[in-house]
């Protein structure tokens, strides 16, 4: 019953009020006319009073708004901290100015700080605000000094400080009237405003190094713990590198492994200055290099720094860097006569020195035309559009070029050119390598085509489909062959590259003649089946790609030879879903043992020749020896103690039993045939050759096997693993691929020395089929250039053919298996098909 009684309490209670309401409503009815009278003189009394009232709380409440927003936001003191050089005009420079803890170092350091206080002092928007400054560094030139100073400003003023702080005006020196001789007469007074946290680092020297170059001789450096352990974490180091006072400095990071390069990771920065300020930085680096990539940075004067900014999380082995001093470049740039020669930027392939302008002045004999070709050109400031070139740049005929660019000529219509090479006091790159050449005005290009551009190529690159030129110029006002296409915009391309699901015609014209009717769906083998028989659970295009992509998510589908099998045994239905990023199976089993298809290198080297690979770049490419005869077949490493090679290498042949493991060798991390000793290279000998049982040594049929290494490899910078696909796994027609090896490079040539690489594309292989006289079986694809000219060869048997996904993993597209001849025209190179022996190399490999 209790439980009942507060409901019955809250009905009285509401009943009450609406008595209350009935009250009120009588009352102002029918008050008597006095008793209204007094109402009306009590009413606007009371309105006054309430008016006041809310007028006092507004300003009551606006003034304490107005009180928390000043001492909460506009007064609030902010840190800033600036970095700075001066130099001293009046004092000698002493080799003890070269250690911060010498008496000679501290004398000179209390008297530029107070003089750089004085300064501060002077200046109404600075002074008030200062909080400390400490000197840093001193180097020659009388001397320099570097510093930074504190500051604590409400944030009110931090503009004003800031102006003052840029403004080179406000930075001088004023002559005090009692101190009719100052101590020190300075100049050059410059500030950057930097981050606090470099500040606070500083006054913690636990990574702080000082070196001076030793004359004639190379001094090393590196990350604290190299090469034995990583660099530490939440670190900030500073190496102070001096030469004396008439040289410069030159230095290469040997080796630099550091984090991979995002937004917040660990990275490097190199100065031209004792000052870690951004107008004198020269380079930010993070991330991996290739070796061969060219990390050599020159000084403009005899001081450099380095710092090495860490976050919280990571192990990287970090860098191992050398420095040496040589004289100061006194000049650059100069007179070129005669009929052609070369020239390069100051110390070409180095990073050239900032803050300088070199001119050449080039002359060949007065009856011919002169011209410039760069056959490197690498100029490129970050942040700077190659549109604008306002930093560094060349500057030929009022015309200014920076960036990347690829080979490219500037011709000049007399037989004189003015040449001209800036860079500014930042951010540097390797320059350019050029050669000046004379010309016949009416022939430029002797037995040769002249692109609009001025470059000179070979006739036979004339209306072949490709673009030479860079400016298309060899493929217009072409008359296309029996063999080509026209396409729409006037282009002459091979018939064959009609309907290969690639605009090659650059206006779709080639791919247009090819598409299906509204109401039917294009296969990626190109046939065309009703749009009804999509996603109907059969596979219609014989490729399953009418059934893939019918499902999103995470959603499961009845299995078929076409869907993708998770380990669960449940199946989706998306294309591709191994190892893209994104976890598609319910087990996840998708994105398992993705350790494989990447390259360790970011930045690859930019000084390869032709088609010479990189170091690293293709660092599932092994290369097979046989006792005595050196290399005889590529393989891939698809895990640490397995490769995939071709049935066809290990066939007995004169009286050579190469199905006999221990014939072998297999080489990882090799780039350089002649370089087998380096040590990125791993040898193994092999455990087991393990050949298809169908390989059909006359058709080259199930071309494929499986080699297992006497003892796993490690995996490094070099040697990773690539990426196996899935059977159902779909490489489309017409898609690029690339080749490597170190086969022959010319059809009854010699092998390469160099890795080769070469980017092919996936033929049709209906049309394949026609092209090699019905020889394709469904374990084979034909990838090559149909104009020829581009193909595998001898020696690259059993290497990989790869293809680059969307994820930027690579998978393993193919084998190298035959072909009939090499680069031929219309005989495209026949590899072994991964796909449909995927099921084979996993019942033998565990893969
Ligand atoms: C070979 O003999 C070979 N053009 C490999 C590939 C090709 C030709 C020959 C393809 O190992």
């Known amino acids: 019953m209790e439980r009942g009684a507060p409901a019955r309490g809250a009905a009285v209670r509401y009943s009450a009020q609406l008595q209350d309401m009935n009250n009120l409503d009588e009352g102002v009815e029918f008050l008597p006319a006095m008793n209204s009278k007094k109402m009306e003189k009590r009413g606007p009394k009371r309105q006054v009073v309430i008016t006041v009232l809310i007028i006092v709380f507004l300003l009551v409440s606006l003034t304490t708004g107005l009180l928390f927003w000043h001492f909460k936001y506009r007064n609030t003191p902010v840190q800033k901290v600036f970095n700075g050089h001066l130099r001293v005009l009046n004092w000698e420079f002493l080799d003890a100015y070269e250690n911060s803890s010498s008496p000679e170092f501290s004398m000179l350091a209390k008297k530029v700080k107070s003089t750089v206080e004085e300064i501060y002092r002077n200046h109404a928007d600075i002074g008030p605000y200062h909080r400390e400054t400490v000197i840093t560094a001193f180097s020659e030139g009388s001397v320099i000094a570097y510093y930074w100073s504190e500051f604590l400003v409400p944030k009110y003023r931090e503009g004003s400080l800031d102006r003052a702080m840029a403004d080179k005006q406000s930075l001088v020196q004023r002559w005090n009237p009692r101190l009719r001789n100052p101590m020190l007469k300075v100049e050059s007074v410059i500030a950057f405003p930097v981050d606090p946290s470099i500040a606070h680092s500083a006054r913690d020297n636990s990574c702080m190094f000082s070196l001076h170059a030793k004359e004639g001789e190379v001094t090393s450096f590196t990350t604290p713990g190299f090469p034995n352990s990583p660099y530490p974490n939440n670190a900030l180091c500073y190496w102070a590198l001096r030469a004396d006072a008439s040289s410069s400095i030159s230095l290469t990071f040997k080796t630099l492994e550091l984090e991979p390069c995002r937004d917040d990771s660990d990275y490097i920065k190199v100065y031209d200055s004792l000052s870690p300020v951004e107008p004198h930085a020269l380079v930010r680096l993070c991330g991996n290099y290739a070796p061969s990539y060219n990390l050599t940075f020159l000084s403009s004067q005899n ?126 790159d390797t320059g350019f390598s050029a050669e000046f050449l004379s010309y016949d005005s009416s022939d430029p290009c002797p037995g040769k085509f002249t692109c609009n551009t001025g470059r000179c190529i070979d006739r036979s690159m004339r209306c072949d489909g490709w673009l030479d030129c860079v400016d298309g110029s060899d493929e217009r006002s072409c008359t296309c062959t029996e063999q080509q296409f026209r396409c729409q915009n006037g282009w002459c391309k091979p018939k064959f590259w009609v309907c290969d699901n690639v605009n090659d015609c650059g206006d779709n014209s080639d791919e247009l003649q090819c598409s299906c009717s509204a109401d039917s769906f294009k296969c990626n083998n190109g046939k065309c089946v009703p749009s009804t028989q999509k996603c109907d659970g059969k596979d219609d295009c014989g490729d399953g790609s009418d059934e893939g992509r019918c499902s999103t998510g995470q959603t499961t589908v009845p299995c078929k030879e076409y869907t993708y099998k998770c380990r669960s045994g449940r199946c989706i239905s998306k294309q591709n879903p191994e190892c893209d990023g994104e976890q598609d199976c319910e087990d996840h089993s998708d994105e398992d043992n993705c350790n494989c298809g990447l390259r360790s290198y970011v930045r690859k080297s930019r000084i390869v020749g032709g088609q010479n ?41 004169q009286g050579i039993r190469y199905s006999d493991p221990s014939l072998w060798t297999a080489y990882l991390g090799l780039t350089d045939q002649g370089d087998r000793s380096s040590p990125n290279v791993q040898t193994r000998k092999i455990k087991r050759i393990i050949s298809h049982p169908f390989f059909n040594d006359y058709t080259y049929d199930y071309d494929i096997a499986v080699l297992e290494l006497q003892s796993p490899v490690t995996f490094t910078a070099v040697v990773q693993p690539i990426c196996l696909p899935d059977a159902t796994h779909n490489f489309p027609v017409g898609k690029d691929l690339w080749v490597t090896g170190w086969g022959a490079t010319a059809e009854g040539g010699t092998g390469a020395s160099i890795l080769q690489k070469a980017e092919i594309r996936l033929i049709n292989q209906t049309v394949c089929n026609q092209l090699l006289t019905d020889q394709l079986t469904p374990r084979m694809m034909c990838v090559g250039i149909l104009t020829g000219g581009v193909d595998a060869c001898q020696g690259d048997s059993g290497g990989p053919l790869v293809s680059v996904e969307p994820s930027s993993r690579m998978f393993l597209a193919g084998v190298v298996s035959w072909g009939d001849g090499c680069a031929q025209k219309n005989k495209p190179g026949v590899y072994s098909r991964l796909t449909s022996l995927r099921d084979w190399i996993q019942e033998h490999t565990g893969l």
């Not at 290369?623 to 005869?629: A, D, E, F, R, Y």
């Not at 103690?641 to 066809?648: D, F, I, P, R, T």
């Open 303 to 428: 001081v450099m720094l380095v710092t090495l900014v860490t976050n919280k999380e990571g192990r990287f082995p970090g860098f191992k860097a050398e420095f040496f001093q040589l004289p100061k470049m006194k000049a650059c740039g100069g007179i070129l006569k005669g009929d052609s020669g070369t020239f390069t930027t100051p110390y070409y392939p180095a990073h050239y020195p900032p803050d300088m302008d070199c001119v050449w002045n080039i002359e060949v004999p007065s009856i011919k035309n002169v011209k410039v070709r760069f056959n490197m050109f690498f100029v490129l400031e970050p942040g700077i559009p190659v549109s604008s070139c306002t930093k560094d740049y060349v500057q030929i005929n009022g015309t200014r070029y920076c960036g990347e660019r690829s080979q490219f000529v500037v011709a000049s219509t007399t037989n004189k050119i003015e040449l001209r090479f800036h860079s500014d006091q930042s951010y540097t």
């Open 613 to 653: 690979s990189d170091v690293g770049e293709w660092p599932w490419q092994v290369s097979l020896h046989v006792k005595g005869q050196g290399h005889i077949c590529g393989a891939s490493l698809v895990s640490a103690s397995w490769l995939v090679s071709a049935a066809h290498c290990f066939l007995p042949l």
